[in-house]
Structures are given as C-alpha cells and as structure tokens.
C-alpha cells in the first residue's frame, strides 16, 4: 500500500512537471513579418527574469509583463525587418561587440579569457556565471543580446539618420546649461605627470635602466611613449593628469596625505624608481594647473581643444537625438505592428488569465 501511495504521487509530481513545461511552452504571439517566429511564455519568463536581476526587482504586475511582452514583440518585428532588409553580423563581428563593451566596463582593452581569469580570480566564479549574476543570462545570451540590440539600433538608425542627424543643440540652450550648472563646471587644483609603468617581471634592474636613461637623457618622455606602445616591451609610459581629491586618491592607491605630497613637488621634479606589488614606477612632475571655475571659452581639461561651450554642446546635442530615437523607434514599431506581421494568439481576459498565473 504504502509503495502504491509513493508511486502515485511521484505520478503526479511527474504530471505536474510536464503540465508546467506545456504551459511554458504556449506561444502567446506569433511574428511573421520575414519568418514565423513565435513568442512563448517561457521566453517572457525568461525576459522578467533578466529585468529583476538587472534592476533589482522582487516580482512583476501584470500590467508589467505585458509592457515586457510589448517589448518582445517590438524586438522580434524590428529584428525581423532588419534580417528582411539584409542586415547581420558575423561572430567574428558580435565577439568585437562583446569585447568593446567589456572594454567599457573595465576602462581598458581585455580580451574574453582575461576577463574570464580575472572574474574568477577577484570573484571565484566562471564567465557564465558572472553573466547569470549580473544580467541574469550566460556569457552566449548576452552576446546575442549585444547583437539583438545593435541590429535594432542600426535598423531604425537606416530609417531616421536624416532625422536624427539635424537635431542639434541651440546656442540658447547652451548657455542656459551653462547658466544652470555654472558651479558645478569647474576644474579643481591638477598635475600633468610622466609615467612610466615596469611589469614586475622584467625585473629591478630592468626599471633602473629606465629610470637612469631618463634622468641623464638618453632616454626622452616620446621615446619611451613609442616604445611602451608596442606591447612587447615591457612596460607603458604615458601623460596622466591628477585631480587633488580623495577619487583621484583611491584610484591611485594611496591615501590623501600621500596625494598632498605628490602635488608639493615642483614642475620638473622626477621621483625616485618605487616597487609595487605589481610593478615598478617612475615619475616626472610635468606642470600644474590651478583650479578654477570654468568659462565657456575654457578647454575643459589641460591641453584639451575641446572648450566647455563645444562640450556642452555635444552632450546636449547626443540627449536631445537620444531622445528622438526613443521616439523614432516607437514610429518605426508602429508601423511594423501591423495584422499581416504578428498575430496574438492570447488576449484580453485569456492573456490576463494566463500572466496571473505566475
């Protein structure tokens, strides 16, 4: 009896199991504007999920997911006019993708395995699992994702460049900007510094060589620019510009006071070679730069060319055309959102009915 009772509810659980799967795959939509493409509930399943990950949320309404539906539906029709209009990228051109965005996010150019290895270094986990915890998909998903979104972008971009590319901030609107935000534009006390950079590897003696040349002059600030960039060298050597604050601080590695120290030094005065627990560095204190408030003829950082008024007009002009294409794009699916491109296959009450249910 008691094993007639055991193989009864496993029965049921197994029932349930495949009861939950179908009702997963129930397509709510079909998209039929190039091929016929369905819609299911798994896929906006999938879709929330990676919303409540990307943004923190607990749960979704209902009137929540059917925005999020919205948005599938959209992606899918946009997607299917750009493949119908000849549009596409290769692996190799979706790994590019990939990497610049990547690049991005660490400030610097990283390939996949080296974000990989640092990932698990600093967090102990895989690639895909770094995906899963911050955009709730895998490294794979979010690659066509990056995909998925530039084809949209360039799609709709193909219809409305003309559009877009006349919009332009006014001169009224610049200097009301700049009337508004007039405390807020300024450049506080900054070093131009020389530095140069050793991997650890290439050794003390390596560093000193450097350093020795430098100082003598053997070795002057462009040579070891151009020699640092080949990759192969050994070490980098650059210009680097440093704001006294406690951000500047942090990302340099040291404490404030070391700052003030570091800003003390006169224009020319050339450190002494340090080791770090990666590298070795020097130093040459180019020139200093006092802080002040901002006009809108001032160059916006040292040795810039670009003054505050070109500054502000670029930035107000990239909101004001990342505001049209908002609105350009929602055109665009309007047109496409047409009967003999997508059907609903569930709605009104039906579709309710079913979005409630989990």
């Given amino acids: 009896m008691k094993k007639t009772v055991v193989c009864i509810m496993m029965c049921l659980l197994f029932t349930g199991m495949v009861f939950?799967?179908?009702?997963d795959l129930q397509p709510l939509v079909t998209i039929k504007l190039n091929k016929t493409e369905s819609i299911t509930v798994k896929d906006l399943k999938n879709r929330c999920e990676m919303y409540k990950i990307q943004y923190g949320l607990a749960s979704f309404t209902t009137e929540q997911k059917l925005?999020?539906?919205?948005?599938?539906?959209?992606?899918?029709?946009?997607?299917?006019?750009?493949?119908?209009?000849?549009?596409?990228?290769?692996?190799?051109?979706?790994?590019?993708?990939?990497?610049?965005?990547?690049?991005?996010?660490v400030g610097q150019i990283i390939s996949e395995a080296d974000f990989a290895e640092e990932v698990r270094k600093q967090m102990g986990i895989s690639l895909d699992e770094f995906f899963m915890k911050q955009a709730g998909v895998t490294t794979a998903e979010y690659k066509t994702f990056l995909k998925n979104?530039?084809?949209?972008q360039q799609y709709v971009l193909s219809l409305k460049q003309d559009e877009?590319?006349?919009?332009?901030?006014?001169?009224?609107?610049?200097?009301?900007?700049?009337?508004?935000?007039?405390?807020?534009?300024?450049?506080?006390?900054?070093?131009?510094?020389?530095?140069?950079?050793v991997e650890k590897d290439k050794g003390r003696a390596f560093a000193d060589s450097l350093y020795n040349g430098y100082k003598n002059g053997t070795e002057s600030a462009d040579s070891l620019r151009a020699r640092g960039q080949t990759g192969t060298a050994g070490f980098q050597a650059g210009d680097m510009y440093v704001s006294k604050s406690n951000t500047a601080?942090?990302?340099?590695?040291?404490?404030?006071?070391?700052?003030?120290?570091?800003?003390?030094?006169?224009?020319?005065?050339?450190?002494?070679?340090?080791?770090?627990?990666?590298?070795?560095?020097f130093?040459?204190?180019?020139?200093?730069?006092?802080?002040?408030?901002?006009?809108?003829?001032?160059?916006?950082?040292?040795?810039?060319?670009t003054t505050v008024y070109e500054y502000i007009r670029s930035a107000l002009t990239q909101q004001k055309q990342s505001e049209y294409f908002t609105t350009a794009t929602k055109d665009v699916t309007d047109s496409l959102r047409t009967p003999s491109n997508y059907q609903m296959l569930k709605k009104d009450a039906a579709l309710t009915s079913l979005l409630e249910g989990w």
């Fill in 249 to 281: 601080a942090q990302q340099l590695g040291i404490d404030y006071n070391a700052l003030l120290q570091l800003f003390a030094n006169e224009d020319g005065f050339i450190s002494t070679v340090t080791e770090t627990a990666n590298d070795f560095q």
């Fill in 67 to 105: 925005e999020v539906l919205d948005i599938l539906i959209n992606e899918k029709l946009i997607l299917q006019a750009a493949a119908k209009a000849g549009m596409a990228l290769t692996d190799t051109q979706v790994n590019e993708l990939f990497l610049s965005t990547l690049a991005q996010q």
């Fill in 20 to 23: 939950a799967q179908q009702k």
């Fill in 164 to 197: 877009i590319a006349s919009i332009a901030a006014t001169d009224a609107e610049i200097r009301s900007y700049y009337d508004l935000n007039r405390s807020s534009l300024a450049q506080n006390d900054i070093i131009k510094m020389f530095l140069v950079v």
């Fill in 283 to 305: 130093y040459q204190i180019i020139c200093h730069y006092d802080a002040k408030l901002l006009s809108l003829s001032d160059v916006v950082t040292p040795d810039s060319t």
């Fill in 149 to 152: 979104q530039y084809l949209m």
